[in-house]
């Protein structure tokens, strides 16, 4: 395969070997070609679901950073919401299934930003509830996951916003029956 040169000035292109002039791009082959997005695709909800969650978990290490990931942001929300949930309850609220759920609790628990106490007249519950530490935290990252909501919605009125969450609501709820049936 021949190495293609392009000169971005003149926009002639020139076979390997040839002298370069500075401002020069080097193609090899199709690998640096530029290949659009089939039409199709922007009309399948998975690949449509799968950028925006590619850009927002991007957007979210950019603007919010590493300190929870998502799952645990949410749980950890969750709990301070509701202090002394009970872990398996709390699993299905903030859309995750009970094996993730424990998985998520852990970690947190490791890095000693919630407790899990085990109430004496069940010892197959555990009560979840956020440490200072884990509450400083939840309180900046949440901050920081609300600014990068407002950039995520820029551009969209209080009306506009209401009807998108309507509809991915109303459609989750769709999704979610197709696998719980």
Partial sequence: MDLVIEDVKSGHEVVAGA???????????????????????????GFVIRRLNQAYSAAWLRHVGSALTGPQFAVMLAVRKHPGVEQGSLAAAVALDRSTMVGVVKRLEARNLVTRVQPPEDGRKRLLHLTEEGARVVEEVN??????????????????????????????DVWERLVSE
């Fill in 19 to 45: 002298s370069l002039s500075a401002g020069t791009v080097v193609q090899r082959g199709r690998d640096s070609a530029h290949v659009p997005t089939p039409d199709e695709f922007l009309s399948m909800p």
């Fill in 143 to 172: 901050r920081k996951a609300r600014e990068l909501d407002a950039m995520l919605l820029e551009g969209m009125d209080e009306i506009a916003q209401s009807a998108l969450w309507s509809r991915l609501n109303e459609r989750a």
